[in-house]
């Protein structure tokens, strides 16, 4: 690929327990190594997100009653036109629960939880209250604050767009914060990679711990997302994520990329990305794993799930 990125978090806490980049360079001769190698993408490169995007936007309707796990959702057989635009999914599917709209990575479906059941309003309220388009705070240099427009400047296509993980950009961190907040019950909290600074007398100069930012959703919904979310790894786009003996909630992410010249969606490039959390009933580990212009495959389930499920099956043994 042209770069990856993999962000290890405790959901709990919000301890950066792992982060790396490729490439990378040598730090004891940075200056050996291009500009794009030192950059910490983790935090400094924001991207569309993709179906990563959706698990957010759900969780906001089931908090604020408007659907539940079996509400069903006509996805159209993969065809559906809004306003001037036709949106399609990558295979044709029926009336399906929520559910499935999350288990299966429906497009359509996405679009319709945004633009018809949450609205404008309410769509850019939740991508706001999940941090996207704002700096986490991370004790880390260079973070970006990723993209989200006010609505003044949303456009008819927005609606759909964005809940499908386009129009809006974000950092591999944020995106890791935000389903942390799904995995912890419901608090989004604010990231930190250094424990504590300690002088060599023992004085302590530099403490973080776990610090709430705010409450998102409530302890009901989150705990129905984290069943929708284990879907998706055991029936659905996120199979390779699997552990033997463990259970893994994650969703997938397949990102076409904009072409620079033809400033339009290229079918040739993407970003793919996979963002989760394990044990699912007591989660102690928040991964996301994103992979820009994978070769051959690409698509998130295939590239970057076993990704996750190798760092699950190694970085448990380290955890209580």
Known sequence: PQWATVIVMDPRTGAILALANRPTFDPNHPGRSPAESRQNRAVAAPYEPGSTLTPFTAAYALDLGLLKPGSRIDCEMGLWKHGPRILHDHHPYGTITLSDVIKFSSNIGAAKIGALTLGRNRLHECMAAWGFGSRTGVDLASEDDGRLFPLSKWTLYSDTSVPMGHEISVTPLQLATAMSAIANGGTLLKP???????????????????????RVI????????????????????GKKAQVPGVAVAGKTGTTQKIDPQT???????????????????DPKLCI?????????????????????????????????
């Open 263 to 281: 400033k339009k969606y290229t079918h040739e490039k993407y970003i793919s990305s996979f963002v989760g959390f394990a044990p699912a009933e």
């Open 192 to 214: 930190y990679s250094v424990r504590r600074i300690v002088s060599t007398d023992g004085t302590v100069l530099v403490e973080h711990g776990r610090q709430e930012v705010r």
């Open 218 to 237: 409530g302890a009901k919904a989150a705990r129905e997302m984290v069943e929708m979310l284990k879907g998706v790894v055991e029936e659905g786009t």
């Open 288 to 320: 996301a794993v994103v992979i820009d212009e994978p070769q051959g495959a690409y698509y998130g389930g295939t590239v970057a799930a076993p990704v996750v499920g190798k760092i699950v099956q190694r970085g448990l043994v380290y955890v209580k």
